[in-house]
């Protein structure tokens, strides 16, 4: 099957980009490694920001100072001014595809308090935005013609001299290796928090795939150590507490019963107060008993269920546990707005990185900016692929992935990949975790340095083709591993501490390093970082891409 654009990801930055690229005349595809209704951005709950009166100037510039401030430095103006100008628009447009946010009294859309926001700018949907936004934007690509290629897991993509010719993929139902040849491609395939396994709201399998398949196609990535950690997860699922409950009126207390930060600070800072009180013998809980039953079953109806589901705890009556868990990944595949160093390649939502966030996201920014984002991705792969023809698919990538498949498949192996994902997770919570120092990055990079090598031994112990789930997870680990080094060696590199990476080391920010770290594999399994701006290899790739 050829397309004029393929869309890798089924979050809203991908449902967004493919309603947008979709023509009366074009083939669209959207792939996904599983179920369309499982993402990232169905899981993110409390809402999207936006300035509703585009004509409100003074409250857009309050949005792009918040989200400045939150950056710490590493931001990109352009981008945010684009984020939140396009905020209200975007906001209209969900509501023309269909999305019902909650409205006050009077029919306007209603809108809550997020933290570091200094006004009340979050629109929602209960509790259950990302996934009401979701089901949304599916129906609507359907609508348009674009195809859903889901139960694909993309291996890389191929390219001519310095353009992109098309995405090489597993179909998971036979575990056959297919080429999808396009014109132009959009990754929008999500974070890498899940590599935090057992201690990540996102699911296991969010774990920088895309960003993986970017550093073996010599794109670069970007910022790779700023991994947000959400201050309320529930403590033996790590299932996500909606900051819309602290948005609501929730307290934070420990268990002498004392508040002891703003609750609507930004993430850092709150999930750093709560692990102090975990570290000095507190536990730390959610306290919703003073909001009225009604008003938690109407603005909050997930938690309440999840809570009493997981927890078995009645937040209306009772104080809910809650620890801080990693959430969210501001590093991302190195882009100018949307735009990569590889020609037809755009890249949005959280596998991106163009400085919207900076050191640090807020809360309700990350719908925004895949609906904005992956809005102009799609505008721009579309110009892209018109009056283009396809390039020829470099078939010596295609063979080089058959034998991946081929060598998990053909050999026994005693290792286990479960065993190995689990301790990944532990490690990079434990080492490379809320508060990172030297000791511990070195021996979480011994250790994955010893999981590499052990990686390399896995092989599916069940060998039929039909959707093997050890083949996928064996390609996930190896790709997970990959993006913990470039982590472990970014946070190593950044010998401060700033936004959402916290180094007891270095506790104070370093003007000096006010710049963001690259992360470029020049070498299968060896990385080069540097400063951006202060490479003279840098400069001269660039000069040789452009
Ligand atoms: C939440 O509801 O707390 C998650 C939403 C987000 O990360 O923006």
């Given at each position: 099957m050829i397309y004029d654009v393929v869309v890798v990801g089924g979050g809203i930055a991908g449902l967004m980009a493919s309603i947008e690229a979709k023509t009366a005349h074009n083939k669209v595809a959207l792939i996904t490694k599983g179920n369309i209704f499982k993402s990232n951005s169905s899981l993110a709950s409390g809402g999207i920001n936006a300035v509703l009166d585009s004509s409100n100037n003074e409250e857009i510039k309050k949005h792009i100072k918040d989200t400045v401030e939150s950056a710490k430095g590493l931001e990109d103006l352009k981008a945010i001014m684009y984020m939140c100008k396009n905020a209200g628009r975007i906001v209209e447009k969900l509501v023309s595809y269909g999305v019902e946010f909650d409205k006050n009294e009077d029919g306007s859309i209603a809108q809550r308090s997020f933290g570091g926001g200094s006004s009340k700018r979050t629109c929602y949907v209960g509790d259950k935005t990302g996934s009401a936004i979701t089901a949304t934007l599916i129906k609507k690509a359907k609508s348009v013609g674009v195809e859903f290629l889901v139960n694909n897991f993309v291996m890389n993509i191929t390219k001519l001299d310095n353009s992109v010719s098309g995405v090489v993929s597993i179909r998971?139902?036979?575990?056959?290796?297919?080429?999808?040849?396009?014109?132009?491609?959009?990754?929008?395939?999500?974070?890498?928090?899940?590599?935090?396994?057992g201690f990540s709201t996102n699911a296991s399998d969010y774990t920088g795939d895309l960003l993986a398949v970017a550093l073996r196609a010599g794109l670069n990535l970007k910022d790779m150590e700023f991994v947000q950690f959400h201050p309320t997860g529930m403590p033996k699922t790590s299932y996500l507490v909606s900051e819309a409950a602290r948005g609501e009126g929730g307290y934070l207390v420990n268990s002498d019963g004392n508040r002891f930060v703003n609750e609507l600070d930004t993430r850092d800072v709150v999930s750093r107060a709560i692990t102090e009180q975990i570290n000095n013998g507190q536990k730390v809980y959610i306290d919703l008993r003073h909001l009225s039953r009604e008003h938690i079953e109407t603005k909050l109806p997930s938690l309440y269920k999840s809570a009493y589901?997981?927890?078995?705890?009645?937040?209306?009556?009772e104080l809910l546990e809650i620890k801080p868990v990693a959430h969210y990944t501001m590093g991302g595949i190195e882009a100018k707005m949307t735009s990569t160093d590889l020609k037809g390649l755009f890249v949005c939502g959280e596998c991106a990185n163009n400085g919207v966030h900076g050191a640090n996201r807020l809360g309700g920014n990350s719908l925004l900016e895949g609906a904005?984002?992956?809005?102009?991705?799609?505008?721009?792969?579309l110009k892209f692929s018109q009056n283009k023809k396809f390039l020829p698919i470099d078939y010596e990538i295609v063979a080089r992935d058959i034998k991946v498949v081929d060598t998990i498949f053909s050999s026994q192996t005693t290792k286990n990949f479960n065993a190995m994902r689990i301790t990944l997770g532990k490690t990079m919570f434990e080492l490379c975790g809320i508060h990172k120092n030297k000791e511990k990055l070195i021996q979480a990079f011994d250790y994955l340095k010893y999981l590499r090598k052990e990686a390399g031994n896995l092989h599916c112990i069940d060998k039929s083709k039909g959707n093997n789930v050890e083949l996928i997870a064996i390609l996930e680990l190896k790709n997970a591993l990959e993006i913990a080094e470039a982590i472990v060696l970014s946070a190593r590199k950044r010998k401060e501490s700033r936004g959402a990476h916290s180094r007891d080391d270095y506790p104070q920010e370093d003007a000096t390093m006010k710049k963001s770290i690259l992360v470029h594999e020049f070498q299968k399994g060896y990385f080069k970082l540097w400063f951006e701006g202060n490479n003279l290899w840098s400069k001269i790739?660039?000069?040789?891409?452009s």
């Open positions: 998971r139902f036979d575990s056959s290796i297919v080429v999808y040849p396009a014109k132009s491609v959009v990754f929008a395939g999500g974070g890498y928090a899940g590599i935090y396994r589901a997981q927890a078995g705890i009645d937040v209306c009556e904005v984002f992956g809005e102009l991705a799609g505008i721009e792969a790739r660039r000069k040789l891409l």
